[in-house]
């Protein structure tokens, strides 16, 4: 079995709000000072999510595909460390600030040149941008289905039954592999790399596929091919007009803030 | 002129509130020059009267369950039918299970973009802009499309819905189209309610990672309880097992805009802000003056939550 397994690295997430910042002429955030990138906080999940599979058929080969910068190896190595087999690093000029159209195009050609490929596993989206399309573009371009958002898998011959996660609940489906999933979160922690895998990791290999190598065509990568094109990048503006509640005590705080509450009918 | 097309929900025989915030949207885009404003759902005519008296001109009817959670290929095929119909170059959808689905499917289809989870729109010359959060709530982009359908979800409640209009109606056209499904739904089964939807509250009492303990959730339901609300939490509490995911507020979890929103041992960064700054009513708990929380308050105690909570929940039954 062949699982793709696609990760991201991105600005950390729980960056506090006072360290974020944007370059609103170029459009991009600013790399906090002394705050590195993470792997992105679903992916990990679905890194588990094919360890599982591979581990419960006991045999297959995953491999792990980012775009991005260089430092988008330290989520393939992060991916290898946890026991996938192989990385794939998608870097060119012509990937940086492209939308989420043009990743899944650059993806699945990257997916097709690995070739015979049965389950790609993505994280339900990524904690950047949040739009959770990537997934279903990826799937498209393939020409397979895909089911998002899964808690749970269990694959079954060709079958593969997925729980995924609703608003309001929980569903059910079976789709026949080829196919695309996406993790959520409620898929449950995934194994922390231990040190022997974190230094049989550095010993597997990470090939760098360009635009070229992935025979995309000029109009198909590239900032200015964005099909959603990104007019502006700003920190929205909140103003502050707090009343912190005063009190000689702890209790007295608690019933002036009762009363408060109480004087404005919101209790 | 080309118009808009929004895809409405229903569920048990009505449908969802979300899709009239839909309807208003795109009557807000009408206003601005846009053109006529179309709905589809999925199910029998009785419910387009409804849908024209929340703005429609336009009713267009899919095949019952076509549009469901988990349906997004079948959906698919009768959105885009619609669309065409319709003659839509605008695409409204809700950020929900099947939307979050089913705008990608048709964009990829369609051969052009789709933006996720927008609060804004607005038309320049004649095209769509539309603002989103990103980086966790930490920033806003606005967007435009390349191609010729501009295709949006939208959080819900960014929008109101109108008011109805019973003089309101319009022309009813069924869609028989519907695209090759490929995921066979097994089940479909709701979350197990416990007391009041998160989102119907119209008082949360939210925990975060601050708390220190899972335990003190406990004290949470205390309050929220005593409030007749519902406990939510943050999503670092949630991923440490702390407090149920479906109770999770954020911008990966539920948007609720209560009347009241109590955040104890919040910060405010990241993830939590875009699901509860819709809240009317902000009082945070929390022991950093300066963090985003009680910042965008507005009242606020800056002291521990351990003291607080307890004195708040007496002071609270004292009241009466």
Redesign the interface.
């Known amino acids: 079995m062949n699982i793709v397994v696609c990760v991201k690295q991105i600005p950390d997430p729980e960056t506090p709000a006072s360290q974020f910042a944007v370059d609103e002429a170029a459009k991009r955030v600013i790399p906090a000072q002394g705050i590195a990138p993470v792997v992105n906080p679903y992916d990990p999940q679905a890194t588990e999510a094919a360890l599982r599979l591979k581990d419960a058929a006991g045999e297959g080969k995953i491999t792990v595909i980012s775009l991005g910068e260089d430092s988008a190896r330290d989520a393939i190595k992060h991916a290898l460390a946890m026991g996938a087999d192989e990385g794939v690093l998608l870097s060119d000029p012509d990937f940086e600030n492209i939308d989420n159209f043009q990743t899944a195009t650059a993806l699945s050609r990257a997916i097709e040149k690995i070739g015979d490929v049965d389950l790609v596993l993505m994280g339900r989206a990524s904690a950047d941008w949040d739009m959770g399309v990537a997934p279903l573009g990826v799937a498209e371009q393939l020409g397979i289905p895909c089911v998002t958002i899964a808690k749970s898998m269990e694959l079954d011959g060709d079958t593969l039954t997925v729980e995924r996660v609703l608003d309001d609940g929980f569903q059910t489906v079976e789709v026949d592999l080829p196919a695309v999933v996406s993790i959520s979160n409620e898929f449950g922690e995934p194994r922390y790399p231990q040190l022997r895998q974190i230094m049989l990791a550095a010993k597997k290999t990470v090939q760098v596929w360009s635009a070229d190598d992935l025979e995309l065509e000029d109009d198909e990568a590239g900032e200015d091919n964005r099909w959603l094109g990104l007019e502006a990048l700003y920190i929205p503006q909140v103003e502050s007009n707090v009343e912190i509640i005063e009190g000689d005590s702890p209790e007295e705080q608690a019933q002036n803030l009762a009363r408060k509450l109480r004087e404005a009918k919101l209790i | 002129m080309p118009g808009t097309l929004i895809i409405a929900e229903a569920a048990d025989g009505a449908v969802a509130p979300h899709s009239f915030e839909l309807l208003a949207a795109g009557r807000a885009l009408a206003d601005q020059g846009g053109g006529a404003v179309s709905a589809l759902v999925a199910g029998d005519e009785s419910l387009a009267q409804s849908l024209f008296e929340h703005g429609a001109d336009a009713v267009y009817l899919a095949p019952a369950g076509s549009l469901d ?2 349906y997004a ?1 079948t959906g698919a095929g009768a959105a885009l039918a619609a669309c065409e119909a319709a003659d839509a170059d605008i695409v409204l959808i809700g950020q ?2 099947i939307g ?2 089913l ?3 048709m ?3 369609l051969n ?6 927008c609060v804004a729109l607005t038309l320049d010359g004649g095209r769509l ?1 539309a603002t989103r ?4 709530g ?10 010729d359908v501009q295709i949006a979800t939208l959080k819900p409640k960014a929008w109101d819905a109108l008011a109805p209009d019973a003089g309101r109606s319009g022309s009813v056209t069924s869609i028989d189209a519907t695209g090759e499904q ?10 197990e309610a416990t007391g009041i939807r998160l989102e119907d509250a119209e ?1 949360v009492v939210s925990g975060g990672r601050g708390l220190g303990d899972p335990s003190a959730f406990e004290l949470m339901e205390e309050l929220s309880g005593l ?1 007749g609300g519902a406990t939510g939490a943050s ?2 509490a ?2 440490l097992g702390w407090y149920p ?1 479906a109770q999770q507020v954020g ?2 979890g ?1 948007t609720v805009t209560p ?2 929103y109590i955040a104890v041992a919040i ?5 939590h802000m875009a699901g509860m700054s819709g809240s009317k ?1 902000i ?2 708990v929390n022991r950093d ?2 963090c ?1 929380m ?11 939550y351990k ?3 307890p ?2 929940i ?3 039954k ?2 009466d």
């Open positions: 959670p988990g290929e929900t299970s979050r689905d705008g990608p499917l964009a990829f289809r052009t973009a789709v933006a996720m989870e802009r959060s990103c980086y966790g930490n920033a806003n982009a606005e967007v435009t499309w390349r191609g490929r995921v066979r739904v097994v089940s479909t089964e709701a979350a008082v409030l999503r670092a949630c991923d995911p911008l990966t539920k009347n009241l910060s405010g960064a990241s993830q009513n009082v945070a003056p300066d985003n009680v910042q965008v308050s507005r009242f606020a105690v800056v002291e521990d003291k607080v909570v004195a708040l007496e002071a609270i004292a009241l």
